[in-house]
């Protein structure tokens, strides 16, 4: 069964200080992994598909990063408009399955 | 930049009615699906469709659960008979391919009392 942990379950940081989420995941036979926004009362956001171990996205102050048991989301210099809860996905390879696994997510609050 | 439409956005209905939840994927992704989070959970996949059939579908989606592209721009989920507990925000959302990151939409907050 695939499973996705993240940590820590909420993260308050000071405007401008940088910080790390983190997700765990265990798949057999990873095809990718999503990073995702979420603000209160909508829908995930998409933010960054990582396919292999290594490799690196980055848009404005966020950049995910993959190794093959977990994955990172930086935040350099955070803005209160970052404020969100910060969801991770991953997309097992196996034949003809393409359904995500989502973690509980990391709450994000930026005080000015 | 395109986006997908789910109606209504809050749904209250009784026990043991039926509900339909109303989606329009971006026109040109031809892949649909179908998630819910029950609040304070995490987001769990229902179902995927393609080619105007289920291509996979989780535990969750027992006989009570259906979906349907009445048209071509249209996808719904009906729940035929809704325990207290299908109370969630439903997602649809849609892609281009399998692989990769989905669009989702707003959702739906579905009610049952």
């Known amino acids: 069964e695939d499973q996705v942990t993240q940590s820590p379950e909420a993260l308050r940081l000071q405007e401008g200080e940088s910080s790390s989420l983190n997700c765990s995941y265990t798949?057999?036979?990873?095809?990718?992994l999503f990073w995702y926004r979420q603000d209160p009362g909508k829908g995930p956001e998409f933010l960054f598909t990582?396919?292999?171990a290594g490799e690196e996205k980055e848009k404005e102050r966020l950049k995910a990063t993959l190794t093959k048991k977990e994955s990172f989301l930086h935040i350099t210099a955070p803005k209160p408009e970052d404020s969100a809860t910060y969801l991770c996905?991953?997309?097992?390879?196996?034949?003809?399955?393409?359904?995500?696994?989502f973690g509980k997510g990391t709450k994000l609050s930026v005080i000015p | 930049e395109p986006e997908v439409t789910q109606t209504p956005s809050h749904q209250v209905t009784q026990m043991g009615q039926e509900v339909i939840l109303r989606c329009v994927p971006i026109?040109?992704?031809?892949?649909f699906y179908w998630y819910r989070q029950i609040l304070g959970q995490k987001v769990e996949f229902l179902v995927s469709?393609?080619?105007?059939?289920?291509?996979?579908k989780s535990e969750i989606f027992d006989d009570q659960f259906s979906v349907e592209r009445p048209d071509g721009s249209n996808f719904t989920l009906k729940i035929r008979s809704t325990k207290l507990e299908d109370s969630a925000m439903y997602f649809c959302?849609?892609?281009?391919?399998?692989?990769?990151?989905?669009?989702f939409g707003s959702g739906t907050r579905l009610t049952v009392v």
């Open positions: 026109s040109n992704h031809l892949y």
């Open positions: 959302a849609s892609s281009e391919a399998p692989e990769g990151g989905y669009t």
């Open positions: 469709f393609y080619n105007n059939e289920i291509s996979e």
């Open positions: 798949v057999s036979g990873l095809r990718g």
């Open positions: 990582l396919y292999s």
């Open positions: 996905a991953v997309q097992a390879r196996r034949a003809g399955s393409y359904q995500l696994t």
